[in-house]
């Protein structure tokens, strides 16, 4: 889903709650997903800072406030990935992957493997249940430096 997709979901559930789709709340959407950005999982403070940059006069309460919308509307989730901060990410019908996290430097990988989605399947079913959703993160530590200047594991 791209980000207009995503601001024509949100303002049709924002109608459907009685609520408005401000120019803010706009701008907040198309930038939380930038398909080139999609894959970072901001922070509260990472989406304020990149919103910032296109409009001045959004606070941190509006950010708070349109993530928890998004969340409702079924277009966020938020995870605790790696240093323990809450994180989100776009909510893309169809999509599922999981997320390999350097210990490091909190680097997000994003990856998908079928024979993982079989066995959480077959696991669930063994205990009696029906999957109904999951996440999975895995944190470890690279085997390779890492490329990223902010990393604790380069060159080791």
Do not use: W
């Not at 995503?6 to 120019?23: I, M």
């Not at 296109?54 to 993530?67: K, S, W």
């Not at 019908?93 to 996290?101: A, C, F, L, R, S």
């Not at 990856?111 to 996440?135: C, M, P, T, V």
């Amino acid at each position: 889903m791209d980000a207009s997709e995503a601001v024509k979901r949100f303002n049709e559930y924002l109608k459907s709650h009685q609520h408005k789709l401000t120019k803010q709340r706009a701008l907040i959407t198309e930038i939380f997903f930038d398909p080139d950005k999609r894959s970072e999982h901001p922070t509260v403070e990472e989406l304020y800072l990149r919103v910032k940059e296109r409009d001045r006069n959004v606070g941190h309460a509006t950010i708070y406030r349109t993530l928890k919308l998004l969340i409702e509307a079924g277009l966020a989730v938020p995870n605790r990935i790696g240093e323990g901060l809450t994180r989100y990410e776009p909510e893309i019908p169809g999509e599922h992957h999981d997320h390999m996290i350097c210990d490091r430097c909190g680097l997000i990988v994003e990856f998908e493997d079928e024979e993982i989605e079989r066995l959480q399947e077959e696991i669930a079913k063994k205990l009696g249940f029906s999957l109904l959703d999951h996440s999975m993160n895995l944190v470890g530590s690279p085997q390779e430096p890492c490329q990223r200047p902010d990393c604790l594991n380069q060159g080791s």
